[in-house]
């Protein structure tokens, strides 16, 4: 509890107290009702003046009011002053929480935009967390907003349907978007939205009705996922293969596939094909041939299809995306990749 908070709290129990003393004062000098000292305590402490209910002719009588007054209109300022300090801050110290979310948010680049902090979007932060990719949730919820900044998230409450909520949320920058919403027309709207904000953002987008896939692709998500339908598949795998279900399990609690890549010295990653890279225009063959046996491109994804096994003769196009598989310093060998000169099974120089 903040500090104006616990001066609200004590400054309650100070001014009950006083009213019950107050109320029991009256009660022992002048011997009145219990109602009859409630109402002069009220009248008294709150300055209404309707006139005494209670004689006030003895000297004790007059000193004992005249306490009562100060000791009562000192506690009801002091709640005053606190509750007005208590609205202030939090007013304060929200509008700094903005301005200091949206620096942190300004300083990204090439982050991931999640719309929506439901149970799908907390899995997908706590993953992104974990890998070190930068991201920012949107969710118009600030409850979830402050669960969010409460797990050290970076966040932005806001509309994700609304255009300005994306653009606070660095869309333009952004490299991809998860829209994760129970809602597919809300799913469909954020992924129209993103698109014409950011041309080049990736967008992964959820689906809940088998119809909805096609509506969200031509809508500009480069992939839909259907939380129902893997579900379905998993129990269907689990029903139909249970032995390798039950070792796809006991694996996944022990460790990662990345991770028992990385233990044989290998590891799978995604090198991305700029249009000013040096490996465009070269063959397959030859863009392995330049790692010197440290990688093999086991797929590669232009556009929304995905070439598994590619034949050594694809030439590699602008924004191509190549996954790889090789030894550790296979992968910045890959990236560093220029178009070799001299030919490789069968492959001609470029």
């Known amino acids: 509890m903040n500090r104006p908070a616990r001066q609200l709290l004590y400054g309650s129990v100070v001014f009950l107290l006083i009213l019950l003393v ?3 004062g009256y ?15 009220v009248l008294t402490v709150f300055g209404v003046g309707y006139g005494e209910v209670v004689p006030v002719d003895s000297p004790v009588a007059k000193a004992f009011t005249i306490l009562v007054i100060v000791s009562g209109c000192t506690a009801l300022l002091y709640i005053l002053g606190a509750f007005i300090q ?40 706590q993953s992104l967390h974990e890998a070190g990719q930068p991201f920012v949730v949107l969710d118009k919820d600030t409850g979830r907003i402050d669960e969010a900044l409460a797990l050290g998230y970076t966040a932005y409450a806001g509309e994700a349907t609304d255009e300005n909520a994306l653009r606070m949320a660095g869309i333009d920058k952004a490299r991809a978007l998860a829209t994760v919403l129970p809602n597919d027309a809300a799913n469909v709207f954020i992924t129209l939205s993103a698109v014409d904000l950011n041309p080049a953002i990736e967008v992964i987008a959820r689906g809940e009705e088998p119809s909805t896939e096609k509506k969200l692709r031509q809508a500009g998500a480069r992939r839909v996922v259907q939380p129902a339908h893997i579900g379905a598949d998993r129990m269907a795998h689990m029903i139909l293969y249970p032995s390798a279900a039950d070792f796809v399990e006991s694996d996944r609690q022990t460790q990662s596939l990345n991770e028992q890549l990385n233990e044989l010295g290998v ?18 063959g030859d863009f392995e041939v330049r790692g010197d046996g440290t990688f093999l491109v086991v797929a590669l994804r232009r556009g929304d299809r995905v070439l598994s096994k590619p034949s050594d003769d694809i030439v590699i196009e602008a924004e191509d995306r190549l996954i790889i598989i090789g030894r550790a310093k296979g992968a910045e060998l890959a990236r560093k990749s220029s178009r070799p000169s001299y030919q490789y099974r069968g492959a001609k120089s470029v």
């Open 22 to 24: 107050a109320v029991e």
């Open 27 to 41: 009660i022992l000098i002048d011997g009145v009702s219990l109602l009859d000292a409630v109402y002069m305590v």
């Open 86 to 125: 208590v609205i202030t801050e939090g007013q304060i110290r929200s509008a700094l929480g903005v301005r200091r979310m949206t620096r942190e948010i300004s300083k990204l680049d090439r982050h991931v935009i999640i719309c929506g902090f439901g149970r799908i979007g907390r899995m997908l932060a």
């Open 267 to 284: 590891q799978l990653e995604e090198i991305p094909i700029p249009g000013d890279s040096p490996a465009v225009g070269a063959m397959i």
